[in-house]
């Protein structure tokens, strides 16, 4: 049973959410309006006289001064619903949830082989300090983190899709739709984006790893003639498990921004993509709702990750 | 928007490059046509977009017409070589005077939702679109002043102004003909719920990613249509959207660049190449500064080698362009063929004469697209050569419009010019005064006369001749740099038949089927 003061810090961290959602969605809704571009002339068509654009910007309240139209937005999330697009006149909620699922998806296929892999490498490669092995998969995993996503993707389809026909090339299907196709859509995508996280979490995780093997207390287990398994698994994973923790939450953040690629390259319909194309049109409501929805998500697996190593090293807890 | 997607826009003029198409092109067949097609299947498309609307009245940008094509008819149709005006939904029209349009209509045409389509119905999308607060259509319409339902399956238009162009501007988006009941009942929804009397009716459309559409039983060509439905992926890369065909994921990419030509050739997938009315070129501001002085905008045509930019940008496979019509457009004129050929020192000499014997300085804009950005190099470099030194600003398609044409910041702009469905239309829209696409605001002498001229002949052979007068006014003027006409390059799976490109460059389907 949580304790009061667990409780008090759960509801601190939702009540954080406000706040940083609401500068969050305000600089976004300001840098929309500092860069160039119109939406009166795009939803005005391609005949429209001045006139008319005057009359469109009008009409779709473009005209209000930007604070104003951002309160209206928020008016609008105060009742409970995202607003519509300007441009297709849908319900954002609906669209975005549709679309999440297939980006956390791809994100979660992601960090999962990332961690299933990166952890592995980190202790193969800390526990022979200085052999070929470390120094070659600690170059493979530098060359990982340098390796672009898009271009790895694109290699991907190359060899597997359009060569062994193994996986689709483009597209993405719904978990209802059966659970073996789903992952077979999201495979190729979720390898390219995880090169990256292999990489970042087998170089963070082996120095940490080595760090902990280092320490006086292995020297001590050892001495008392623990195995090297019980050592591993039982003392050192426990110490590096914050590093390991802290490592898989920056990760899954930065997954969510990387897929706007992957997206675009596998042709997914995620939030990603729905993000750039209402980015490019100025679309605000939708861009306002991807990046409310997106930093929520962010706030709640930050919230998690500090939960979790709370949990493991209750020190932490009274810093 | 706009010009930009002006990007769209397309015929066939060498008509295909392989030897199997040339000669199905020479018996004017569709690519892959068979003597009796099979019925049947549902074709798989990577479009590079989504619509901006399905509602035909609010639509933006040309690339709309792949999706509102299936659904929507429109009053006058179009020859697909040549953009000749043919009946559509209208059976005959003529202007019983100068300033009266009438127009006898199909009576054996119901919506998809079982509402017949007459009188009552097209004046109701024409006042909709002369009307209504969000309408895209209003300057197509501007010539009209009121639409009578003059019988049954008759309609009469009043028009404020003499305008034979009508018919032409009614095979556009101002004459798809939807549902009055359904927009009426739908309301703001009926984008997403279009109903008309086309060949396929509207089945979903998921933002950003499907819409999909099935076989009218019901559809007034008889046989017609093949498909049984048709399915959009938008997938807004053309390599993902090739890659998707090479997987057999789709079984067609339009839209393609002629970049990816290799590509398309080492999976052996069947294509067509194929000119469009669509015109690269270089827009010009001649209300100011140097551009003002037609010596200047003369040497400008004389300094761009169109051949060497047509090889640079295109692999020298599009049509190259003298005037704003491709050879195969019935508004073609000959007469301004070549009225511009390369000549560098003539260019020099021009600048020379106008004050600019040291050189020049202009202001250029367009999108930042790796695509034009290739194009505006090789301008900036053609140019550069006569001393004609360029500051080139690159924004996104609608920002380099927004620049160019409403707050008049460049000299020049280079984007797509998508072109109009009738061409004293399209002379219109570019050089008229009060038209948004001239971003100068003014016209030579003559040129609103001539203009007129091409507006008051029925005949399309005097027409024609009449648009030549206009040609040549623009041509005299170098009021445009023509560069190269657009190309309609689309891959597809070699079961896929009958696919026909058009000169608009729009998406029709209604011949397509897949192999027996």
């Known amino acids: 049973m949580p304790s009061f003061w667990g409780l008090r810090w759960v509801l601190s961290r939702i009540f954080h959410l406000g706040p940083v959602a609401l500068l969050a969605t305000f600089f976004v809704f300001g840098m929309l309006y500092l860069v160039p571009g119109d939406p009166a002339i795009t939803l005005a068509g391609e005949n429209a006289t001045p006139q008319h654009i005057e009359d469109i910007r009008a009409l779709y309240g473009l005209d209000r001064p930007v604070v104003v139209q ?25 669209e975005i949830a549709h679309r999440l699922p297939n980006t956390l998806l791809i994100v979660a296929g992601a960090l999962g082989l990332s961690i299933l892999i990166g952890v592995p490498l980190s202790i193969a490669a800390a526990l022979q300090p200085g052999s070929r092995f470390d120094l070659w998969s600690m170059a493979i995993a530098s060359t990982g983190v340098s390796i672009p996503s898009f271009w790895l ?48 979490i087998g170089r963070q995780l082996r120095v940490a790893f080595a760090d902990a093997l280092a320490a006086p207390y292995v020297r001590t287990l050892r001495a008392k003639g623990l195995s090297r398994a019980a050592i591993l698994w039982k003392h050192c994973l426990k110490n590096v498990s914050v590093s390991l923790l802290t490592v898989i939450g920056l990760l899954a953040n930065r997954l969510l921004g990387a897929t706007i690629v992957i997206e675009i390259v596998f042709a997914i319909p995620g939030i990603g993509s729905m993000v750039v194309n209402a980015a490019i049109n100025k679309d605000f409501p939708v861009v306002q709702g991807v990046v409310l929805v997106t930093v929520a998500i962010v706030i709640a697996i930050n919230m998690v990750v500090d939960g979790l190593c709370r949990l493991i090293d209750p020190r932490i807890a009274r810093v | 928007m706009g010009l930009a997607e002006i990007e769209k826009a397309a015929i066939t003029r060498r008509a295909m490059m392989t030897g199997t198409l040339g000669a199905l092109a020479a018996t004017s067949l569709p690519y892959g046509a068979v003597a009796a097609q099979r019925k049947g299947g549902v074709l798989r498309i990577s479009y590079g977009f989504q619509p901006t609307s399905l509602d035909p009245t609010f639509g933006r940008q040309g690339g709309d017409f792949g999706f509102l094509y299936p659904v929507f008819e429109t009053l006058v149709d179009w020859e697909p070589q040549s ?13 019983p005077d100068p300033k009266t349009l009438v127009m006898k209509l199909r009576e054996d045409v119901v919506f998809h939702d079982g509402t ?25 319409l501007a010539s009209v002043d009121s639409v009578e339902a003059s019988g049954k399956h008759e309609i009469a238009l009043h028009l404020k102004r003499p305008n034979i162009a009508l018919p032409g501007i009614l095979s556009d988006r101002a004459g798809l003909m939807a549902s009055p009941q359904a927009i009426q009942k739908f309301g703001d929804g009926f984008a997403h719920n279009p109903i008309g009397t086309g060949p396929w009716a509207f089945v979903q459309w998921r933002d950003n990613e499907l819409v999909s559409y099935r076989r009218n039983d019901y559809y007034r060509v008889k046989g017609l249509p093949y498909l049984d439905g048709v399915d959009f992926h938008i997938i807004a890369d053309a390599n993902t959207g090739l890659r998707s065909v090479i997987a057999g994921e789709n079984d067609f990419v339009q839209s393609l660049s002629t970049a ?54 295109e692999l020298g496979l599009n049509e190259v362009a003298w005037g704003v019509f491709p ?25 020379a004469a106008a004050g600019f014997a040291n050189g020049l300085d202009l202001t250029m804009t367009g999108p930042n697209d790796q695509r034009s950005t290739q194009r505006q190099e090789v301008v900036m470099e053609q140019l550069k050569a006569v001393g004609v030194r360029i500051k080139l600003t690159t924004l996104s398609v609608n920002d380099s419009i927004k620049a160019f044409f409403y707050d008049k910041q460049h000299d020049m702009l280079l984007i797509l010019w998508g072109g109009r469905a009738d061409p004293s239309a399209t002379y219109d829209a570019l050089f008229s005064k009060g038209s948004p696409f001239n971003a100068s605001g003014v016209e030579p002498d003559g040129f609103a006369d001539a203009l007129a001229a091409s507006q008051a002949v029925p005949d399309l052979k005097q027409r024609a001749a009449v648009l030549g007068k206009v040609a040549q006014i623009v041509s005299d003027n170098a009021l445009i740099v023509p560069l190269v006409f657009d190309a309609q390059y689309n891959a597809f799976t070699n079961s896929v038949k009958g696919f026909e490109p058009n000169l608009f460059g729009r998406m029709r389907l209604d011949t397509v089927s897949f192999e027996s």
């Open chain 2, 260 to 313: 990816q030509k290799p590509v398309v050739d080492k999976a052996g997938l069947a294509y067509t190449f194929a000119t469009s009315q669509g015109m690269f070129p270089l827009w010009l501001n001649y209300a100011k500064g140097p551009l003002a002085d037609i010596r200047v905008r003369q040497a400008l045509n004389y300094a761009v080698d169109r051949d060497a930019y047509n090889k640079a940008t």
């Open chain 2, 327 to 351: 050879k195969a457009h019935w508004a073609y004129s000959a007469g301004v063929d070549q009225a511009y050929r390369y000549n560098p020192d003539k260019a020099k000499q021009l600048l």
């Open chain 2, 116 to 140: 017949p389509f007459d009188g009552a119905a097209a004046k109701f999308n024409l006042d909709r679109g002369l009307s209504d607060p969000k309408s895209t259509v209003k300057a197509d």
């Open chain 1, 70 to 94: 951002y309160a209206d937005w928020l008016g609008h999330v105060a009742h409970g619903n995202l607003a519509v697009s300007l441009l297709s006149g849908e319900p954002v909620a609906g």
């Open chain 2, 83 to 95: 953009l000749q005006p043919k009946p559509g939904l209208a059976t005959s029209w003529n202007f």
């Open chain 1, 153 to 200: 993707a694109m290699a991907l389809v190359s060899v597997f899709a359009l060569g062994f026909h193994w996986f689709p090339a483009t597209g993405a299907t719904s978990l209802s739709d059966g659970l073996g196709e789903a992952l077979r859509h999201i495979v190729l995508p979720a390898v390219a984006l995880s090169a990256n996280g292999i990489a970042t």
